[in-house]
């Protein structure tokens, strides 16, 4: 959200065009999925009450409440998560 929010006001403040904020994010989306892709390599299990679900546009958006996160290192329980997944292959368009 803090990039999102920090375009907005550079926009807002006539510093960026808001073709060039869009542009930044699309960019953002896909550097992160490569990286997700190629350098994350453990492995997380989530668990929590599904408040919400919702597909829109080829995007899931899950709400989850007293969620539980788990890995083989740490476990940590969050009161309420939002989830927004796509298809990677979407981001190539």
């Known amino acids: 959200m803090c990039l999102t929010e920090t375009l907005?006001?550079?926009v807002s403040n006539g510093i960026l065009s808001p073709e060039?904020?869009?542009q930044v994010l699309v960019q953002f989306d896909k550097s992160m999925?490569?990286?997700l892709e190629s350098q994350v390599k453990?492995?997380?299990t989530i668990k929590g009450h599904l408040h919400t679900y919702r597909f829109c546009d080829n995007v899931w958006t899950f709400i989850?409440?007293?969620a539980l996160f788990k890995s083989e290192d740490?476990?940590?329980t969050v009161g309420r998560v939002k989830i927004v997944a796509c298809d990677s292959k979407l981001l190539s368009q």
Do not use: G
């Open 74 to 76: 740490f476990q940590e």
């Open 42 to 44: 453990s492995k997380v």
């Open 33 to 35: 999925t490569e990286a």
């Open 64 to 66: 989850l409440q007293d």
């Open 8 to 10: 907005d006001e550079m």
């Open 20 to 22: 060039l904020a869009i």
